[in-house]
């Protein structure tokens, strides 16, 4: 009688403070998990064949980091922790998601856009940027959006790619090179010529 | 630290992960080599092209929001809705299937937070104290008396009255960032504003990403809780610049106001 006195005060109880666990975890994720979608769309864009897809791989990431939030260390760098995880995604599905040629919206910014850049590029010049990113190897190009364009550190890259760091720095380097080329193709490069002097004399 | 050193280890001080002694190498290096020098500037211009290029895509997060958010609230609330989960892709079905395995290696995976130089904490906090909460502090206001106040710092040159087009000198005061006292500026256009922070340089080294170049000067940037900060250096002064305002903002204050203050 009494545990049933006991049960029937408990549960209600019990039940509300499960409720206001979640929703304390739910504003938590939103607060720090969520405004990194940009970021993350904007690389799996990148990645993926096509729009829909690279919205299928961010939903997918977003997923699994909540399915494992309650792991996760507040304070520490969620946003390397949901690249990593999108893409031991994109790598899980055997890089089906190909890369394919990037649509530059003319649309005018609406609630949910990203504003645009201070300077703004002209779309001449996105043009140009895009098709040689697209002509540059997925591991070039990789390094490069996460790099230059989202600010990873090289440390930050090797943990993300789970690469060895050295690695990194190699296909940050030629991945810049690359793209140099195919953007100045005119200017003179010296590091160029000495790392191929470099590998040559490894190479001997 | 010879230039093939340099090849080698561009990409860790671009992106400012070099210790200080190597670092300092890098930078002796620079000076004394107008090839390396040339190089790194090359490079440093084509990562702005690069970047500003792609950040001026527009990136519509709304549909996948909204779906992340329905998929977590049925997730939460129990068994995932099945109607709420997008058209499945053969690559997302099967990913479910090794899920489990997957969150193994996500769960164990925890990146230290990077390392952010006091005096950046501590603009980006002033910045969030005393600009965007509006915390009560003696501001000065007379344009006359910033310039006076400027002058009594040893920074030298006219206090630019403008920046980034739309922005004008609000108020200013002086504050303590890392155990150094600097000139607090800030500047609105009405509806926003931003801080720019100016000392006589001393022996302090800015550090943080190469994130531009501007009049000659690398542009380096960080960030501080939820501020932005983006700083660069003069022939006589350090500068930063903090703001509330996204990353590519910061640089463009910071851009702005490299353009005025002259060496």
């Not at chain 2, 001080?13 to 290096?29: M, P, T, V």
């Not at chain 2, 969030?128 to 710092?153: C, F, H, N, S, Y």
Request: proline share 5%.
């Amino acid at each position: 009688m009494g545990q049933a006195s006991l049960s029937g005060l408990c549960l209600p109880y019990c039940d509300e403070r499960i409720a206001t666990t979640v929703t304390a975890r739910q504003n938590e994720f939103e607060r720090v998990a969520m405004p990194h979608s940009r970021s993350l769309l904007r690389v799996a864009r990148r990645l993926a064949s096509d729009p829909a897809a690279a919205e299928d791989l961010v939903q997918e990431t977003y997923f699994r980091a909540w399915r494992s939030f309650n792991q996760f260390q507040t304070g520490t760098n969620i946003r390397a922790w949901l690249f990593r995880i999108m893409f031991n995604a994109f790598y899980a599905h055997g890089r089906q998601i190909s890369a394919a040629p990037i649509l530059v919206s003319l649309d005018a910014p609406g609630r949910d856009t990203e504003p645009q850049s201070q300077s703004g590029a002209s779309l001449a010049e996105i043009a140009e940027i895009s098709n040689a990113l697209e002509e540059l190897s997925s591991e070039h190009r990789t390094v490069l959006l996460l790099a230059v364009v989202e600010g990873f550190t090289c440390r930050e890259m090797a943990g993300i790619l789970s690469l060895p760091i050295g690695t990194v720095m190699s296909r940050l380097s030629r991945g810049r090179q690359a793209l140099r080329e195919r953007l100045a193709p005119a200017a003179p490069r010296v590091w160029q010529a000495r790392a191929a002097a470099g590998r040559a004399g490894r190479e001997t | 630290m010879n230039c093939s050193d340099i090849t080698e280890i561009a990409p860790l001080y671009i992106s400012a992960e070099l210790d200080s002694q190597g670092a300092a190498e890098f930078d002796a290096h620079l000076k004394s080599c107008p090839a390396c020098m040339a190089e790194l500037e090359a490079q440093a211009r084509l990562d702005e092209r690069f970047r500003e290029a792609l950040l001026t895509e527009k990136v519509d997060v709304s549909r996948v929001n909204r779906r992340i958010r329905e998929l977590i609230a049925a997730e939460s609330s129990g068994p995932i809705a099945a109607p709420l989960l997008p058209q499945p892709r053969r690559w997302m079905a099967a990913s479910m299937g090794i899920a489990a395995a997957f969150l193994l290696l996500a769960a164990g995976y925890l990146l230290v937070p990077g390392h952010v130089a006091r005096v950046y904490a501590d603009a980006g906090r002033d910045h969030q104290l005393e600009v965007v909460e509006q915390q009560p502090r003696p501001w000065i206001t007379d344009p006359e008396k910033i310039a006076a106040l400027a002058e009594q710092q040893g920074i030298s040159g006219p206090v630019p009255s403008e920046l980034a087009s739309s922005y004008h000198l609000e108020r200013a005061k002086i504050c303590r960032l890392d155990g150094r006292l600097f000139l607090h500026l800030v500047y609105s256009d009405g509806a926003r504003e931003f801080s720019l922070f100016l000392r006589q340089r001393d022996g302090q080294r800015l550090t943080g990403a190469i994130r531009g170049f501007s009049n000659g000067r690398l542009l380096r940037a960080s960030s501080a809780g939820s501020e932005n900060i983006s700083s660069f250096e003069t022939s006589h002064l350090t500068a930063m610049v903090a703001t509330d305002q996204p990353a590519d903002a910061a640089l463009h204050f910071a851009r702005s106001a490299s353009a005025v203050l002259q060496d």
